[in-house]
């Protein structure tokens, strides 16, 4: 790392130290001494991998927090970027789509990961625009790309998740059981969790919606397998959703227990909760 990168780093470290009014003598361990520190806060050098996080640990910080410093409190770029898609896409703004996928496409950088970001964009585009063609060869490179990802990270839980309503039904149940059993290693992290019981309602949305009910009832299961009384979101649409398999499969047009639960929903005082179980439930049964 540049003499500049590794004083900005040690500035920081510094900054956040005393900040929680620590001295280097606190944080100091038996394999990390005060002159370490000093010489790393000062730029002089830097800390190797396993020291450094010692360090953040001794301040009392966890790794992603200090990294979320780094970036100046400014969310990942991928991040950023899904949450200008959803806006775009919430104010139906399908030029403002476009603009954004010739700038990703302008980008200096052409990788991978790149493609995965246009893919992204492209799937709102198709999401409002039907006639909108994403190509066999860009929906392999996406399946290909996240099957043979073998520990699934925040970055696939967030690819998959905005991708997913592109893929055939079989390519969506097929990765959707690789996402079940390649995303375990970071579910402790209170963030990954999140996202990843988005991803679960986003995918047994679309199998109700396909009416591939045992499949959805498959993953219904392995997201209860997660999820506790703390989870209050992801545990009322999943009780909202098996309600609305057994309407399903009692071929009944009377949807008054449906109604019901979400009046239910709407006296504990959750508009947000409540619009959005009216429009899926809206959704799943003009399917």
């Known amino acids: 790392m540049k003499l500049e990168k590794s004083m900005q780093l040690g500035e920081l470290y510094r900054e956040l130290r005393i900040a929680r009014g620590l001295k280097l003598k606190d944080v100091a361990r038996e394999n990390l001494s005060v002159s370490q520190l000093s010489r790393f806060e000062n730029g002089q050098s830097m800390l190797a991998a396993d020291k450094l996080l010692i360090a953040i640990s001794g301040i009392h910080m966890t790794f992603s927090e200090f990294g979320h410093a780094i970036n100046n409190y400014q969310e990942p770029k991928l991040f950023h970027l899904v949450n200008k898609i959803s806006n775009l896409y919430n104010q139906q703004d399908i030029d ?48 290909t790309y996240l099957y043979e990802i073998e520990e699934w990270t925040e970055y696939e839980l967030l690819v998959f998740g905005n991708t997913m309503s592109i893929l055939s039904e079989s390519d ?41 009910i045992y499949q959805a009832n498959y993953f219904i299961e392995a997201l209860e397998k997660i999820i506790n009384y703390q989870d209050m979101f992801a545990m009322t649409f999943v ?27 709407e006296e504990i005082g959750n508009p947000t909760m409540v619009a959005f179980l009216k429009v899926n439930l809206s959704r799943i049964l003009k399917e």
């Open 96 to 143: 403002g789509l476009y603009k954004l996928l010739e700038t990703e496409k302008n980008s200096e950088v052409f990788d991978v990961y790149n493609r995965l970001n246009e893919l992204i964009i492209k799937t709102s585009i198709y999401a409002l625009d039907p006639t909108y063609i994403i190509s066999d060869e860009e929906k392999i490179f996406l399946t």
């Open 172 to 212: 969506l149940i097929f990765l959707g059981k690789a996402f079940v059993d390649r995303d375990k290693v970071y579910l402790s992290l209170p963030s990954h969790k999140k996202n990843a019981e988005v991803v679960f309602l986003n995918l047994i949305l679309l199998l109700i919606g396909y009416r591939k």
């Open 239 to 265: 009780n909202f959703l098996k309600k609305i398999i057994a309407h399903i499969e009692s071929d009944s047009k009377d949807i008054s227990e449906l109604e019901h639960f979400i009046e239910c929903v």
